[in-house]
């Protein structure tokens, strides 16, 4: 097997960007609590980091021992954000370079791994004994909630088809295809009976570190959107050299939704999404109880903590209350009139009172 030395392979053309974080467990310190970042590539002398924690000898040929270990490659992801394409992308660039790749929970890890994607981004690193250069990829939470709700009534996974107790014996599936639209959207996003529930699914990425130096943050539309591009940044991320990098785009053209034909989407039961259209998900929030809802369930500065304030359910709340008002400049006195006529019907269950 031919081990690549990822991260520690310094490139002028693509320098490694990646902070090694080393923890007291790894450095056997005694009676220190706070974790020591080290930055380090092979142009960096870490001595200047060592001095400034006046550390023993002992201490120092610890932390030299770790940071000389084959660093792990991990990516880190969550239902509905790709995971099926990073997988195959992942497993395809390993195969030709012959690195050992592995896509499990942590307690199946094994020690000689070089890449491993880890699916709802539950790893404690307190028990990863080398360095980690990491990538971890999100989607728009309410794209999460619609395309979760399509696949969910449809999946053959044996978590969405075995029978849940409190609820009767009924499935995840079945009791999706049992609801209208607007509850069966309300059931995804609020339940919690599954790691793969929306809700669970979501609140993983609100509670995820963002601040880890060693992880870079992508967005499951950038890779729909910048396929090669965003590509591109997760390899170099994980100190490909350039010719790693060519031939690895070259291997996974394949795999790019936007790339493929109506009739292969339309077979692709994981992609729900069959025009890809990445703005969908606003069709089904422009239902103000979908909304209302949504903020009744998850926290305020969800899309703040995760970094979407370009495009987000406020950004649609704001932009629906704009089209109202716009409006309602170009309506005429009857039409204004009208709509003041049926609001008034609505308060006495659709009947018309000005009808005698």
């Not at 550390?55 to 040929?61: C, K, R």
């Not at 030709?96 to 880890?118: S, V």
């Not at 959107?225 to 031939?247: P, V, W």
């Amino acid at each position: 097997m031919v081990t690549y030395n990822f991260g520690f392979k310094y490139n002028e053309e693509i320098p490694p960007q990646q902070t090694l974080t080393i923890s007291p467990q790894n450095i056997n310190i005694p009676n220190q609590t706070q974790s020591i970042a080290i930055e380090t590539n092979i142009k960096k002398d870490i001595d200047n980091v060592i001095k400034k924690y006046n550390l023993s000898q002992l201490e120092i040929n610890n932390i030299h021992n770790y940071t000389t270990k084959k660093p792990l490659i991990v990516h880190c992801c969550h239902h509905k954000t790709g995971t099926v394409v990073i997988e195959k992308v992942l497993r395809a660039v390993a195969a030709h370079f012959r690195l050992k790749y592995q896509y499990c929970p942590q307690t199946g890890l094994e020690d000689d791994t070089d890449i491993w994607l880890q699916h709802h981004s539950q790893v404690d690193f307190s028990k990863i004994d080398r360095p980690v250069i990491g990538t971890h990829m999100i989607r728009n939470p309410c794209a999460i909630i619609v395309s979760a709700y399509e696949y969910h009534k449809m999946t053959i996974e044996q978590w969405a088809n075995r029978k849940i107790k409190m609820l009767g014996g009924v499935t995840y599936k079945g009791i999706l295809n049992t609801l209208d639209l607007e509850n069966g959207l309300i059931f995804e996003m609020k339940n919690n009976f599954y790691v793969e529930s929306s809700k669970n699914t979501i609140m993983d990425i609100y509670n995820w570190d963002y601040k880890m130096p060693n992880f870079l943050e992508l967005k499951f539309e950038d890779l729909m959107m910048d396929y090669n591009g965003t590509l591109i940044n997760m390899f170099k991320h994980y100190g490909f050299s350039r010719e790693m990098i060519d031939t690895s785009l070259e291997i996974v053209q394949k795999y790019n939704l936007m790339n493929k034909k109506e009739e292969d989407l339309i077979k692709n039961k994981h992609v729900t999404n069959k025009n890809m259209d990445l703005e969908k998900w606003k069709e089904y929030f422009r239902n103000p109880v979908i909304c209302k809802r949504f903020w009744k369930i998850y926290p305020e500065d969800l899309f703040e903590k995760i970094n979407y304030t370009y495009d987000n359910l406020k950004k649609l709340e704001e932009s629906l209350e704009l089209g109202k008002k716009s409006k309602s400049l170009f309506m005429t006195q009857e039409e204004k009139l009208q709509i003041a006529k049926e609001n008034i019907w609505k308060k006495y269950n659709g009947e018309n009172p000005f009808v005698f």
